[in-house]
């Protein structure tokens, strides 16, 4: 079946770092990838998607490749903020075709520091 | 557009009664789903509905039940609750999107089981 893993966390990071979150996927068919954002309190916000191999995805200033050869959708940032600790969670759904079910990663916790 | 909303925010129950989480969106989407998310579980799919008068089951849907008879609005019915069923409730909606699929979420519903 459909599977999305990405890093453990939690992330801690200083204000300003380099911010690397890992995802990989398995996928019985043609997927869409997406990163959504979970800020504390709150529900998911779609971050950023990308639809077909190659394509880019990027918002806020984080961004992440669909990597068809290494099967992986890794999120980046070049700079983090405070006001990015948030959890952040890797899904998949297979285009086309009536099924609509979002696969998830577990998440990961990233906090930021002053 | 409010996008998906979801009542009530937060709710206690004791175990075995019974109570309705609510859920609509005004964005026309036709398909719709309910996930339930659990620390270290990611998000999971309890029930989904790609349309008025159609459901079907999920990951975990065992303890739940829904029905669409509008477009607009999605409940999830907890028919007896057990502990097992405390976590938070998100509820999605999503269009074809050209065949994208992207998913909208709700705030979802905070739900403890004494």
């Known amino acids: 079946g459909d599977s999305v893993t990405q890093m453990e966390g939690p992330v801690t990071l200083s204000e300003e770092a380099f911010l690397t979150i890992n995802c990989t996927y398995t996928?019985?068919?043609?997927?869409?990838l997406f990163w959504y954002v979970q800020y504390p309190g709150e529900g998911l916000q779609l971050l950023l998607k990308?639809?077909?191999?190659?394509d880019k995805g990027s918002n806020k200033g984080f961004e992440a490749t669909y990597r068809k050869e290494t099967t992986s959708f890794h999120l980046e940032k070049g700079s983090v903020q405070v006001s990015d600790s948030a959890v952040y969670f890797c899904?998949?759904?297979?285009?086309?075709?009536?099924?609509?079910?979002?696969?998830f990663g577990k998440g990961t916790l990233l906090t930021v520091n002053p | 557009n409010a996008g998906v909303t979801q009542t009530p925010k937060f709710q206690v129950l004791k175990t075995g009664q019974s109570m309705t989480l609510q859920c609509a969106q005004d964005?026309?989407?036709?398909?719709m789903s309910w996930y339930r998310q659990d620390p270290g579980m990611g998000l999971r799919l309890i029930h989904y509905?790609?349309?008025?008068?159609?459901?079907d089951q999920g990951e975990v849907p065992n303890g739940y039940n829904v029905s669409r008879s509008t477009t607009e609005d999605f409940p999830l019915r907890l028919l007896s609750a057990a502990p097992s069923q405390t976590s938070v409730y998100f509820c999605?909606?999503?269009?074809?999107?050209?065949?994208?699929?992207?998913?909208?979420f709700g705030p979802g519903t905070r739900l403890l089981v004494l």
């Open positions: 999605a909606s999503s269009s074809p999107d050209r065949g994208h699929k992207t998913q909208y």
């Open positions: 996928a019985t068919g043609y997927p869409s």
């Open positions: 990308a639809t077909k191999a190659d």
């Open positions: 899904a998949l759904i297979i285009s086309g075709g009536s099924n609509y079910k979002l696969t």
């Open positions: 964005m026309n989407h036709e398909y």
């Open positions: 509905s790609v349309g008025a008068g159609i459901t």
